[in-house]
Nanobody, 122 residues
Framework: QVQLVESGGGLVQAGGSLRLSCAAS????????MGWFRQAPGKERELVAA????????YYADSVKGRFTISRDNAKNTVYLQMNSLKPEDTAVYYC???????????????WGQGTQVTVSS
């Protein structure tokens, strides 16, 4: 079983950057598709970026395309979300998640981290 711990959230001004990290434990990490979700107050949780087990295929929500980059280092059991040109509407709790199956399907993710707050001030 894989366990996930996020880090790297914080407060940043609009236009700034943050990099989130998700450290995974468990020998089967490299088998999992990985995703970053976010949930803003009063809104549903949304999948913003995902990549498959090898890292060769990625998915981005339209709202973050061109600004966010997801990557993974299977040797370090870590997945990253580089967030550039941040906007106030990016403010949310960001969750790392893992699952087996099609990376674009939010329903496949069944292992979750505890979340990390990202706040973008205007």
């Amino acid at each position: 079983q894989v366990q996930l711990v996020e880090s790297g959230g914080g407060l940043v001004q609009a236009g700034g950057s943050l990099r989130l990290s998700c450290a995974a434990s468990g020998r089967t990490f490299s088998s999992y598709a990985m995703g970053w979700f976010r949930q803003a107050p009063g809104k549903e949780r949304e999948l913003v970026a995902a990549l498959n087990w090898s890292g060769r295929s990625t998915y981005y929500a339209d709202s973050v395309k061109g600004r966010f980059t997801i990557s993974r280092d299977n040797a370090k059991n870590t997945v990253y979300l580089q967030m550039n040109s941040l906007k106030p509407e990016d403010t949310a709790v960001y969750y790392c998640a893992a699952g087996l199956g099609p990376m674009r399907d939010p329903r496949l993710y069944d292992i979750w981290g505890q979340g990390t707050q990202v706040t973008v001030s205007s």
